[in-house]
């Protein structure tokens, strides 16, 4: 399931409305995508798979802008994830589990192109070679520093039109957002920042899904 694209929405992950509570977690532009977020990282933590502090980032040093726990209200998310070195060590990570895991099908084995009415089909087959996986990677790190308010750099397609005709599923995009949570564990990301990060993969979740 290639995630290779562009966030076709305006997230709030810098900044929030004076209006809005102190802890109101609303930072993806898409209220279920936050809900689903939430729900996740409570299920976690009921599974007692949650170990990281819940209080953020307590405890790390400073990202690399030099700023501190104590700044962190000013600070955009691509920031709090350690800006580029930061976001590239949670792709390659994700990028590995997720091209291993079976559930994803992310070189979509055995999925066709062509319909019911079509006599010829095709195979939509991504193989994933050295080169394949690089650009990869180097797409999903810029479309996570865009949308975490980071570097306005995207060199990919457009986020629909890179999944269309993949036929990716539900169940296929609710193992790809596992993995993501796993390499956000593996790499003590902090509860505030998992929940923002998550709150956005899951927004591309109407763009990607065609198989309910």
Known sequence: MAVSATL????????TKSEKKKDEFFTSGS???DQ???????KEEQLG?????????????????????????????FERLGGEQGVSAIVDDFT??????PRVNWQRKGVQKGGIFHRETSTVAWNATPENVSQLKAHLV???AIATGGPPKYEGKEIKQAHAGLHISNPEFDAAVGDVKAALDKLNI???EQKEL??????????IVTER
Do not use: H, W, Y
């Open 8 to 15: 076709p929405i305006v997230t709030g992950c810098g900044s």
């Open 31 to 33: 209220r279920e995508a």
């Open 36 to 42: 689903r977020a939430t729900q996740r990282m409570a």
């Open 49 to 77: 798979s949650g170990t990281q502090d819940k209080s953020a980032n307590k405890g790390k040093p400073a990202d690399a802008t030099g700023a501190t726990q104590g700044s962190e209200r000013k600070q955009t998310l």
């Open 96 to 101: 590995a589990r997720a091209l291993e895991d």
């Open 142 to 144: 810029q479309f996570i």
């Open 190 to 192: 902090g509860t505030k």
């Open 198 to 207: 998550l709150a956005i993969v899951e927004s591309t979740r109407p763009q």
